[in-house]
């Protein structure tokens, strides 16, 4: 399936990670494009009892696991915490590199590319879905890197002639 920003406006959505579909407590999801039912779901907006992710809305949980994904989701959107969202029902859509990048802007994260040097402050969180970027002066904030992307250490201790 080919995620366009048509897609994107017209579907209810959420941003999550696995590892390779495995989550939290074991949980595995099916294949990609496999509906799944929730099957301890209650709307207690607290963790647990659903599936989570996080939306245009309520973002900034981060994602802890090795696979970003993109799911497609029916019915209603918990808000927990006011930093990600429980669903009863959902389904893998695309993973990793397939995601486009407005999924990952939507959802207050920065994009660093092949080249890129960046210096993480508090409060952001970054992406880096391919290529080799450098992290410099980084004074907090996050930054995730999936698939064969890789993090040179940055020094920027210049030289004053």
Same mark, same amino acid.
């Given at each position: %399936?080919?995620? +366009?920003?048509?897609? $994107?406006?017209?579907?209810?959505?959420?941003?999550?990670?696995?590892? #390779?579909? &495995?989550?939290?407590?074991?949980?595995?999801?099916?294949?990609?494009?496999?509906?799944?039912?929730?099957?301890?779901?209650?709307?207690?907006?607290?963790?647990?009892?659903?599936?989570?992710?996080?939306?245009?809305?309520?973002?900034?949980?981060? %994602?802890?696991? +090795?696979?970003?994904? $993109?799911?497609?989701?029916?019915?209603?959107?918990?808000?927990?915490? #006011?930093? &990600?969202?429980?669903?009863?029902?959902?389904?893998?859509?695309?993973?990793?590199?397939?995601?486009?990048?407005?999924?990952?802007?939507?959802?207050?994260?920065?994009?660093?590319?092949?080249?890129?040097?960046?210096?993480?402050?508090?409060?952001?969180?970054?992406?880096?879905?391919?290529?080799?970027?450098?992290?410099?002066?980084?004074?907090?904030?996050?930054?995730?890197?999936?698939?064969?992307?890789?993090?040179?250490?940055?020094?920027?201790?210049?030289?004053?002639?």
């Amino acid at each position: %399936m080919k995620i +366009t920003k048509k897609w $994107l406006n017209t579907h209810k959505w959420m941003l999550r990670s696995s590892n #390779n579909g &495995k989550s939290y407590q074991g949980f595995q999801w099916p294949e990609i494009g496999v509906w799944i039912n929730c099957p301890d779901w209650d709307e207690k907006p607290e963790c647990g009892h659903g599936f989570h992710g996080e939306t245009e809305d309520y973002h900034g949980f981060y %994602m802890q696991y +090795t696979r970003p994904e $993109l799911v497609e989701y029916e019915g209603v959107a918990i808000p927990i915490d #006011n930093n &990600k969202v429980k669903v009863r029902r959902a389904r893998i859509v695309a993973t990793g590199i397939d995601i486009p990048k407005e999924v990952f802007m939507a959802c207050g994260y920065k994009i660093a590319k092949d080249g890129d040097t960046i210096s993480p402050k508090i409060g952001e969180n970054w992406i880096v879905l391919k290529g080799t970027i450098t992290v410099t002066n980084q004074t907090g904030g996050d930054c995730r890197f999936w698939g064969n992307s890789r993090q040179m250490a940055g020094n920027r201790k210049e030289n004053k002639k």
